[in-house]
């Protein structure tokens, strides 16, 4: 079974999502996942001009195979350009696997490894009485977790607070807009937030938070610190993690759990994290780690050390990774959480998809491969529009992370 045929689809219903389709000569086809929020047609055009004519004539079956040529075979590689290319490939190739052996993905994984997938829901709002409306609104729909995000005082926009209700979409223009921000206000604010939260919804709900790299490592100490009394599930990543070290210094300080991982692109991203158990949570996607065979890799390792899976599952990625993401977090031993931001009605119209949520779970389709197409037809009424993510600045106007 021969790769006859590669289509890289570029569309935006209400954001922009890339998507690979890799044809067989059978017939059969597969569908991955290439989305690189922000930087979607760098990732469109190393498929297409790079990937894609290798990809003729190949093997189908040959998934291992595939993965080390596009890896190994390429001198300059790693980074989330060329790991969101491999990754497509990668899944589509699980899919079209998947549905020559008649079995769901999941399946061929090992089979099922639990129920159904916990996934946690996203709590935003500028006030903390706006907030603790919308996690009742989750907690109605049956979440048994949620991430909690809300505006500080004295900052006029915050990373992680929408537009919209239940709803969160971060580029919200072509170019980069600013938001403003302030380590100090912020520290003072959020333990204030968890203590009316905890004080509302007992000490049973699942309760997260994401720093958005925006802290040092002692900084980070203090706010996990600050935030033990609560139970936090986790702090999600408190420091940017190109030092791996630097999080030693958060652990001396606090047992709150700490997250990290969702720009990770290889195992190398977190192998110290993970093998000196400085984290509890790592966060790498199928879609920007280099598809599941890649991800597995990352979570074995992840496995004998006593870290768990908690994948980034937000809006940014398509429902296509989200449907590879499922099959293998029922399938893993040491499965965590699942991010999950529902798609838009355009979006879910665009990638038709058998997985569905019911009571705080998501469940994979039980159709053979992942359970999720494109609607080609109509993804074409949806062209490619500019969106970046913001930047962010200290007050002073000094540079700092999103
Ligand atoms: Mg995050």
Redesign the pocket.
Known sequence: MKIVDARVIVTCPDRNFVTLKIITSSGVYGVGDATLNGRELSVAAYLSEHVVPALIGRDASRIEDTWQYLYRGAYWRRGPVTMSAVAAVDTALWDIKGKVAGLPVYQLLGGRSREGVTVYGHANAASTDEVLSEIADYVELGYKAVRVQTGVPGLESTYGVGKDRMFYEPADAALPTENAWSTAHYLEHVPTVFARVREEFGPTLRLLH?V?HRLTPIEAARLGKSLEPYHLTWM??PVPAELQEGFRLIRQHTTTPIAVG?VFNTIWDCRQLITEQLIDYVRATVVHAGGITHLRRIFDLAALHHVRSGSHGATDLSPVCMAAALHLDLAIPNFGLQEYMRHTPATDAVFPHGYHFADGYLHPSEEPGLGVDIDEEEAARYPYRPASLPVNRLQDGTMHDW
């Open positions: 994401d958005h999600e990543d969702e």
